[in-house]
């Protein structure tokens, strides 16, 4: 087994039991979540976004790298060139009634990768690294659509985050509830969430069908 | 109009189209959404971990406070305390496929707040703090369970942080494409997204009927 937490900074303090020590685990969640929140340090005080992102196991960090993408005009890129950032995935999969308030909890699973990001330079990670961020969102995209023009690269700073340093959490069934309140007779248990989507909606320019591309993955998040 | 961003780190930069500054909605978007991300500053890094959260607005904060608890033995809690930190909030409600991959994006509700975290340790103000966390959950269901024990309370740490410095940004419907390649014919849309509750699942020492706040919770949740 590959294994996750190399590094005390990735290493998982309170709720040992919620981690998950299986690169292929984080690999498959990584693969399964749509959104990251990316932390970076200002001067005195931490700023979290959320972004897309797309995973490489291929590409040249040899755990694999994450890739964020944005404007080279974002006032987050400095910033996240100068420090180690945090990038942070988390589906949540439930809310979890427990029969106190203390053992009110959530069902979740969740990656934390900490790391020096790289600002990628080279025209085909480049591609490779827009191509995974756009598969990531609708999978077989990329090869559908028109090459991207110089203006376009020239307005877009893509980020790599090595997958070296991360840790990841889950929980997921009932509550961890007190013998007493169980004994008592209270209810205790969780509402299941779950992703859902729609279809797709073209917009008021578009004609003809939806591309397969797009009806498939609303297909496959539909439940 | 009670407007947000009064300070220059949270007065958005990149996507100001994108801005929303009524109060009102970004109130409306904490009733609404589930999951906070907490940023702290580490001694050189960020870390960004899922919480759960509450909002009170009529709590000792002028525009309202954001509460979060935790165990007391967290790594983090420390950390949140020496420094301010950002606490963001976000909904993904869609994915954008646009005519070229520049054009890909998301649709999503996010707020994001910066400030010094308070470590509330006032007896009634934590009770009040916890009571919106729970009720943030499923609402209704603080007034359905006992009493916390003072040990329970004595191992949660309960921080406030103060709604006065806060963004909101918001993205709906389609892509916003260029010229040439709406005039070619290429589809463009989105894929929206919705949250959507399974029925509630007791667990195996649950007897009895599932209690109405989780019946109703579960419902207003599915979709």
């Known amino acids: 087994m590959d294994s996750l937490s190399p590094t005390p900074r990735t290493t998982i303090g309170r709720g040992r039991n919620r981690a998950v020590e299986d690169r292929a685990i984080l690999h498959a969640f990584l693969e399964d979540a749509l959104l990251a929140h990316l932390g970076v340090v200002a001067r005195d005080h931490p700023v979290v976004l959320p972004t897309a992102f797309g995973v490489d196991l291929e590409g040249p960090d040899a755990s694999g790298s994450l890739y964020l993408h944005g404007s080279v005009a974002a006032g987050w890129l400095a910033k996240a060139l100068e420090r180690d950032v945090c990038v942070t995935i988390t589906e949540l999969d439930g809310l979890v009634a427990g029969r106190s308030a203390f053992h009110h909890s959530m069902n979740y699973r969740s990656a934390v990768v900490i790391g020096r990001a790289r600002l990628v330079d080279d025209a085909g990670e480049r591609e490779q690294a827009l191509a995974a961020v756009v598969d990531h969102m609708i ?29 990841m959490k889950q929980r997921s069934g009932g509550p961890v509830d007190e013998p007493e309140d169980i004994a008592a007779g209270v209810w205790g248990g969780h509402i299941p969430l779950l992703r859902n989507a729609g279809l797709p909606v073209g917009d008021e320019d578009s004609q003809g069908p939806v591309p397969s591309d797009v009806a498939a993955r609303a297909a496959d998040l539909a439940c």
């Open 139 to 167: 999978p077989g995209r990329w090869a559908t659509l028109r090459p991207s023009t110089r203006k376009e690269l020239a307005a877009t700073a893509v980020l790599a985050v090595p997958l070296a340093e991360a840790s």
